[in-house]
């Protein structure tokens, strides 16, 4: 009998540990400064096979730092910029925080499930969102 409630409780156990997915993320901005920063235990990661961040900008980019919390980057003009991003998390929801330069700026993320829009009207402004990754 005790068998019996070691293998369900490991069956239990082995049920509620989630694992680690790697999501893939939308980020445009029109900022002369953007940052976003991870606020759990997720972290942005390099692409997975098969896959690449890509940075696009109009007026061109002086500077981007990719860390396993924190992105930021820097433009040398007001021009948009998109990019892709990759996250590692075992939760279906993350905690962020999205900051930008200029007062009539903006930085929208985005997943397969939500959006997420910092614009306002306050410079050098940062705020605390949740990115819905995967509904289940």
Not at 35 to 61: C, F, L, M, T, Y
Not at 97 to 122: F, R, V
Request: aromatic share 8%.
């Amino acid at each position: 009998m005790k068998g019996l409630w070691l293998i369900l409780a490991m069956m239990a156990a082995s049920s509620y540990a989630a694992e680690d997915t790697i999501y893939e993320l939308s980020v445009s901005t029109d900022s002369s400064w953007t940052s976003i920063e991870i606020r759990d235990d997720a972290e942005w990661v390099n692409a997975p096979p098969g896959k690449s961040i890509s940075v696009n900008g109009r007026s061109g980019i002086k500077s981007y730092t990719l860390s396993p919390k924190k992105m930021h980057l820097r433009t040398a003009g007001r021009g948009e910029v998109s990019m892709n991003l990759f996250v590692k998390s075992k939760n279906s929801v993350l905690g962020l925080e999205l900051c930008k330069g200029k007062a009539s700026s903006y930085i929208w993320i985005k997943s397969n499930q939500s959006k997420q829009k910092n614009d306002t009207k306050q410079k050098d402004y940062c705020e605390k969102a949740a990115l819905v990754l995967q509904l289940h």
